[in-house]
């Protein structure tokens, strides 16, 4: 099958298959955050030679345009189509506020999405959240990673309450700590570049690329032997083979033409959530939300049946940081949905 040209196809039909409406939000359809640039985020490079293993990435073409055009049938390109968030924030606490906590959220949920499936990662990011209001952040005990892992490991049970545990509590706390700090790692050296792209995107910048370890495995980038849990596991891009895989993304999504449901050019941050759920049963992605406004949405829903407290009040909540207590959950803060897999693992 010539997917290009399927591809092409749907994107010139402006009735394709779209996310369903969302039912909590006052905001039902799926839209685009307005007035954002839409660019590339700007990444340090090494300016060495490419490597064997990128040197590759260009024959995972086919392979990556049947997951988009897989995605693409479920409607999730507009994943990152999260102004009916946006507008909530803004009901809630009024444009300036509104805004602003939107962009702390999309921080945190950047912060906190190492090894973590999409709803988990809602819920720990709404909990540092709280954290950051209560001034209960380690500030003046935690300087680096190292610190990280010995604080969480000396306050278990403490400081992270049960249903908010993953494989990357330290990077967590230790990325959380460096945005409450004001630190903007963007094009720094070592900086995390799926993160840097991440955060971008989830406040509309469509022009930004998240490739996190399953878009990875699509790239034919190998799996690792983790002796700690005794598997095989995917890895995230190599620092240096990240720009190449995110450059023939940005040119296949380009060569992909106008998309006629938007009248602008098919946009990178739409390619790379169509290709992520497109390949979900090949790369094992385990977050089938149709879009992140739709994880939000039942993480909030869970917590109402799960409460009988009502969903509105429970969104009304989330955007004021405060967490809502579920049994097993130890003091103030508790998860907003199920426990996270120890061995589930999403960026």
């Known amino acids: 099958m010539d997917y290009a040209k399927a591809i092409r196809e749907l994107l010139s039909n402006p009735g394709r298959p779209t996310a369903p409406p969302l039912t909590l939000f006052d905001m039902r359809e799926l839209a685009p955050v307005p007035g954002v640039v839409q660019q590339p985020v700007p990444a340090y490079t090494s300016g060495r030679p490419m490597t064997e293993l990128a040197s590759t990435f260009e024959s995972r073409k086919p392979i990556i345009l049947r997951d988009v055009h897989n995605g693409l049938l479920s409607g999730a390109d507009q994943w990152y189509y999260n102004e009916p968030i946006r507008q909530q924030f803004i009901s809630e606490l009024g444009d300036e506020a509104g805004n602003a906590r939107f962009k702390q959220w999309a921080n945190l949920m950047g912060a906190n999405s190492n090894s973590a499936p999409v709803r988990p990662n809602v819920r720990k990011a709404s909990l540092y959240m709280n954290y950051m209001d209560e001034g209960k952040l380690p500030l003046d005990v935690v300087h680096s990673y190292k610190d990280a892992v010995a604080f969480i490991r000396n306050n278990k049970g403490i400081f992270l309450p049960e249903g908010y545990g993953s494989v990357a509590q330290a990077t967590d706390l230790n990325m959380t700590l460096d945005y409450a700090r004001g630190l903007d790692r963007i094009g720094e050296r070592g900086a995390p570049l799926k993160i840097q792209n991440f955060i971008p995107s989830i406040e509309g910048n469509l022009g930004a690329w998240t490739g ?129 897999p120890a061995g589930e693992e999403q960026y």
């Not at 996190?212 to 799996?223: E, L, M, Q, S, T």
């Not at 097993?328 to 996270?340: E, F, P, Q, V």
Request: proline share 6%.
């Open 212 to 340: 996190d370890r399953h878009v990875a495995y699509r790239f034919g980038v190998p799996k690792a032997y983790n002796r700690r849990e005794d598997k095989w596991v995917k890895q995230v891009f190599p620092y240096t083979a990240y720009p190449r895989a995110e450059q023939l993304s940005r040119q296949w999504a380009a060569e992909l033409g106008i998309d006629a449901r938007t009248g602008r050019p098919f946009q990178t941050g739409q390619f790379q959530p169509a290709q992520w759920i497109g390949g979900a049963q090949a790369t094992g992605v385990k977050s089938l939300d149709p879009s992140l406004a739709h994880a939000v949405e039942q993480v909030i829903l869970d917590a109402a049946l799960r409460t009988g407290d009502p969903a509105k009040k429970l969104l009304k909540d989330w955007i004021n940081g405060r967490i809502v207590a579920v049994p097993g959950a130890i003091g103030a803060g508790a998860a907003m949905s199920g426990d996270t």
